[in-house]
């Protein structure tokens, strides 16, 4: 596949030239792209960037871009050029909300993902890179952007960026800006993986930080759930039940991620900041109760300042945060609703 024409006369502006969707008639039925894009970063000034896409289903279907948390990637589900499971996998297998074979499927590995930016990142930095791709491959129009965690953040800053390019947005587990509870819990994360490369332990130190993320991302509930096991004395010395979980997932992440990764995404996390008056296109929002990352209540009044049609709903879950990758029945359910409230006009 060749994009070197479009590439040449692609624009960085947002404005797109037709109504509805038009993708380019070139591509395949599930792809992958690397794009060389001229971004001015709102932090760090004009830098030549790398951006990876990959999409899943027939260009010519109502495209959908598709965003998680900092440790999600560009392989959302199986397709015909990656036949793995992608990070969504289960949510796409369990409901049709974002079936492939009726949507079309985008997504990106985050800027940064690569330890290639030491410099500091913002959601607008993202949504911008996004906006370039997205005239490269000739899409005009989205369909829907779905982001959840700091998906959920640069999809509002599409959103704020190019309203005319985005028939709606639906966002899980992210508010206008951090909660300062949260903030300072990554800046302690952060000073952990800071302290791995003082002491030449850059993999020890970002294990660690993921372990503090995974009680960021689920509930007290379903550790009393799962590990309700007393502490035992191993060589020695006291483990809880839980510890050998939460190793395994800190050595998995550490063995995929730089330092320099984690830290810039940790970062643009926390420095993340939209004003909901911007935000002038017809918006979903869930909240999950229990998920101190992105309380409730922060978003069910990020719903009502919103300068459009804009619903608001919560949900229980054991998963807290982690709701948007576990409750797949409930978060495909609400999806499907989303896609298809084409005149909300109330928050709920």
Known sequence: MSLASAEACATAHCEPDCCGLELNSRLPVGGQHSFELDLEMRHAGPRRVRLHVEWSGDPHLPAVWVAGGISAHRHVCANQI????????????????????????????????????????????????????????????????????????????????????????????????????????????????????LQCADQLGLSLARQFAMLSYRSPAEFAQRFDAPTELSNGRARSASEAYLASCGSRYAERWSATAFLRLSESVDLHAIDAAQIRVPTHLLAVSGDWLAPPEDLQAFATAIAAPAQFECIDSLYGHDAFLKETDRVGALIARALSALHANEVH
Do not use: K, N, T
């Open 82 to 197: 990656d036949a793995q499971p992608g990070w969504w996998q289960e949510l796409i297998d369990a409901h049709p909300a974002l079936d492939p074979q009726r949507h079309c499927l985008i997504a990106c590995d985050w800027l940064g993902a690569e330890g290639d930016i030491d410099a500091p990142i913002s959601s607008e930095d993202q949504a911008a890179a996004i906006a370039q791709a997205l005239d490269l491959l000739g899409v005009r129009r989205l369909h829907a952007f779905v982001g959840a965690s700091y998906g959920g953040m640069v999809g509002q800053a599409f959103a704020a960026r190019c309203p005319q390019r985005l028939e709606r947005l639906i966002c899980l587990s992210a508010g206008p800006r951090p909660h300062p509870f949260a903030a300072a819990f990554r800046a302690l994360q952060r000073q952990v993986v800071a302290l791995g490369q």
